[in-house]
């Protein structure tokens, strides 16, 4: 079945600190895969997504994700969390051919000063 | 970049009444549109393809005659919620892809209180 797992339902962080938010997933076909942001009551804004090519790729706002097929992981980082990075990300799965996405439960992420 | 709105951002209704959440590409056309539905610290569950032109494909466990799905044009895709109950109340979303593109937009949502 296909699935996308993100383990961390919390994070907490320091301001500064670096971050890694993790996703798995479970697809029968080479997947597109997406990050995306969401701020309380707010839609959906991507981050980075992945079709093909270089495994690291880079997003908006410093973040980066990093395509490892051979553990089926798509992990988020960012060298230094700023205090605006607190909100829901969630990581997201689809096929070459279709645009409806799977979504992960989410990772909410906490920033303290 | 392509931009998608969705009208109302809130709404508030009785049980029993309507609602019809609308979903715009401003600057593209869309065949294909998305409905995702969202409950409170829950992630974004696909409810519904909307295609122009013709009928929405359902997921699985979503009532077709309760969310109503009309996709008149290529810039306009309605999801009408049908004598909503309070388990109705939660965030609805929308996504557009563009003709030219393969990267889905999303709207900015719904949210939907019924009380």
């Known amino acids: 079945a296909q699935s996308v797992t993100q383990p961390d339902i919390h994070i907490t962080v320091s301001e500064g600190a670096s971050l890694e938010l993790r996703c798995n997933y479970s697809?029968?076909?080479?997947?597109?895969l997406f990050w995306y942001v969401q701020s309380p009551g707010q839609g959906l804004q991507l981050l980075l997504k992945y079709f093909s090519g270089d495994t690291l790729v880079q997003g908006i706002k410093g973040f980066e994700a990093e395509f490892k097929r051979s553990q089926s992981s798509f992990n988020l980082r960012k060298p230094s969390v700023h205090w605006s990075d607190a909100a829901e990300y969630f990581c997201?799965?689809?096929?070459?051919?279709?645009?409806?996405?799977?979504f992960g439960t989410g990772t909410r992420l906490q920033v303290f000063p | 970049g392509a931009v998608v709105s969705q009208h109302p951002s809130w709404v508030i209704c009785k049980s029993g009444t309507s609602v019809k959440i609308e979903c715009r590409s401003l600057d593209f056309q869309a065949t294909t549109m998305f409905w995702y539905r969202q409950f409170p610290k829950q992630s974004l569950m696909l409810m519904a393809t909307?295609?122009?032109?013709?009928?929405?494909?359902?997921e699985q466990g979503v009532e077709k005659d309760k969310f109503l799905i009309n996709h008149a044009s290529l810039t306009l895709s309605t999801l009408t919620v049908t004598s909503a109950h309070p388990e109705d109340s939660s965030f609805y979303i929308c996504s557009a892809t563009p003709s030219w593109g393969s990267l889905a937009f999303f709207g900015q949502g719904t949210r939907l209180t019924v009380v």
């Open positions: 697809y029968g076909a080479t997947p597109y």
């Open positions: 997201a799965v689809g096929a070459r051919n279709t645009d409806k996405l799977i």
């Open positions: 909307s295609n122009e032109g013709s009928k929405a494909t359902y």
